[in-house]
């Protein structure tokens, strides 16, 4: 990311992803937090923790005795009009999953941070997008960050998103868990003032708590009912999330000099092949991409950033002009045409009509890492495609031991 | 590599301040306007066995966050480390390798096979002890890195002592690490 110019006098702080995201809930000063304190968990709540005992955010620190019940009270406490924020990781996420559709059917506007680690088993606690790639069905609004910084800006950009009257969904930011939310990098934050003013005021809406105007959440609604049309709203909130989630991009971009889009391209022009790719391995896929543009070979790069709601179109626009496309996932679908994004990238080209070589790459699951000789696998795999072959039909498995 | 981009690994054992001094060396970089990342190698924690972290140092932004496979630098916080683990391992030929040891460069090259690589001493331990009255070889280690690179100076380490790492500790702290620093700039062997 180019360093914006006007804000090169902020300092430059040398912290953790997780103490970059949970220096981001301290400025936000949400109302609520309540998250299960206990491993899965990442240290973002510890951090966050430390802020409350030290006296300088006013939340109300709800410490549960499971990930369950650490959904089911942001549920209760943004049903009551609290602004609500918690965070979670891998198995705790896991143990979270009938809250989470609870919350995106109610309505509910959590910001929620999820540390992508790997689903047991075999026993794993490290890196990849398992978790969350499981919960993408759930009705939240999914945006993927590469590093520390961007977890940091896209939580400050939860509220205002999910709280949008054209949205009101609950917002989930992810970045890589160790790779990111252990290492230490560079961060320069916002002062407390431009948060709380690009955060601004909760909007409001009908709350368990307003006595003088009486709101139902979540009741039963039967066969008779209308539980067919709130699915149909939550679908148009989706629909409507993408020029929202773009709107706050654009405005934290005047704020901060960070400029990002639904899916962030590199080097896509005029691009022959190109590699689709999530969170921290799109750095080594930017430096192999420019290896093979100084040989001659036209790589690009797309990092998916919004992928709840996915930018079909946009993905389309991008491909349309490419003779091989590589989608690498850090995640399977067991059984079914290939991981997850690979699923999505592959269903919007098909809707709009592109008809760009495809094929998946399978990588970095439970940790296992990615180095940017992997990449240029792929990459060579894409260019013998481009050159006329055929691309392989089945998964193909980069850095797998015994291949 | 880009000759821009400087790769660090670190060979500890759990409890002597290997993630720190990795940190600590992000840290100054933070200060100095260079880009910088640290990260340990994960896995279970445990008081005494051998852990790995990394360090990168560059001019230009570090987009990279793959394992270092092939080190320039490597530092090693205890030298009984060097019978346990092959910590060249990945180093190139014209990497240098810093022990913390009280024995001399010649003596710890005759218990271990470096290759051609540079291999050079101090004695961060005994000075931990000496300064800080604790066996925490990280400050002095982070001093003798600077000397050799050049990549700090002493009086920005000890910027960075005062300052930073002042925040956190009282003064007596500060000081001793201060002086540790100074000592172990001055007691590198080659």
């Known amino acids: ?403 | 590599m880009s000759s821009r981009l400087t790769e660090i690994r670190w060979h500890g054992r759990g409890g002597q301040g290997a993630v720190t001094a990795a940190k600590m060396v992000a840290e100054i970089a933070a200060e100095r306007g260079k880009c910088f990342q640290a990260f340990p190698e994960y896995g279970p924690e445990r008081s005494g066995a051998p852990i790995v972290a990394f360090t990168r140092l560059s001019e230009d932004p570090i987009q990279c966050y793959s394992a270092i496979e092939h080190p320039d630098l490597v530092l090693v916080l205890d030298d009984t480390l060097l019978s346990v683990v092959d910590v060249t391992e990945g180093a190139s030929d014209d990497a240098v390798i810093i022990v913390n040891t009280e024995k001399s460069p010649d003596d710890i090259k005759k218990g271990f096979d470096f290759g051609s690589r540079r291999v050079l001493t101090v004695p961060a331990t005994k000075i931990a002890k000496q300064t800080l009255g604790r066996a925490i070889p990280n400050t002095p280690m982070v001093s003798a890195l600077s000397r050799i690179t050049g990549y700090f100076s002493l009086e920005e380490i000890e910027d960075h002592l005062r300052h930073t790492f002042g925040k956190k500790f009282p003064q007596k702290v500060v000081d001793a690490n201060v002086e540790a620093a100074k000592m172990a700039f001055q007691e590198v062997r080659e």
């Open chain 1, 1 to 403: 990311m180019t360093p914006p110019t006007a804000q090169t006098q902020r300092p430059i702080e040398a912290v953790t992803g997780n103490q970059a995201v949970a220096y981001a809930m301290k400025q936000i000063n949400p109302d609520v937090v309540a998250a299960y304190p206990i491993t899965p968990q990442t240290d973002v709540v510890q951090n966050f923790a430390e802020y409350v005992a030290d006296g300088v955010v006013k939340a109300n620190f709800v410490t549960v005795e499971s990930e369950h019940s650490a959904m089911s009270a942001c549920i209760g406490s943004a049903s009551s009009g609290a602004r609500t924020m918690t965070a979670t990781s891998s198995a705790g996420f896991a143990l979270m999953w009938e809250m989470v559709y609870i919350a995106a059917s109610m309505r509910a506007p959590i910001v929620m941070t999820t540390v992508n680690r790997a689903l047991s088993g075999p026993i794993n606690i490290h890196c990849d997008h398992s978790d969350t790639m499981g919960g993408r069905d759930a009705g939240w609004v999914q945006i993927y960050n590469e590093d520390a910084q961007e977890a940091y800006d896209a939580t400050i950009m939860g509220f205002p998103i999910a709280e949008h009257p054209d949205v009101r969904l609950p917002l989930m930011n992810m970045y890589d868990g160790f790779i990111i939310s252990g290492a230490i990098g560079p961060l320069q934050s916002l002062t407390d003032e431009e948060v709380q003013q690009f955060v601004g005021q909760a909007p409001g809406y009908p709350s368990l708590l307003d006595f003088d105007n009486h709101v139902t959440f979540g009741p039963f609604d039967g066969l008779h009912g209308w539980y067919f049309e709130h699915k149909v709203n939550q679908q148009r909130a989706m629909d409507n999330a993408l020029a929202v989630i773009q709107d706050v991009y654009d405005r934290f971009a005047a704020l901060s000099g960070r400029r990002y889009q639904h899916l962030m391209q590199y080097r896509m022009e005029d691009a022959d092949i190109a590699i689709v790719v999530i969170g921290s391995a799109a750095g080594n896929a930017r430096s192999v991409a420019d290896k093979l543009r100084a040989e001659g070979v036209k790589a690009g790069v797309i990092k998916v950033r919004t992928f709840r709601p996915f930018p079909a179109a946009q993905y389309a626009k991008a491909l349309a002009g490419v003779k091989a496309v590589g989608i690498m996932d850090r995640a399977d679908s067991f059984g079914a045409a290939g991981g997850p994004l690979y699923m999505d990238v592959t269903s919007a080209l098909y809707q709009q009509g592109v008809y760009t070589k495809a094929a998946n790459f399978i990588y970095g699951l439970g940790g296992r890492d990615i180095f940017p000789h992997n990449i240029e696998e792929a990459f060579r795999v894409l260019q013998k495609a481009a050159e006329g072959g055929d691309l392989p039909k089945s998964r193909v498995y980069l850095n797998m031991k015994g291949a």
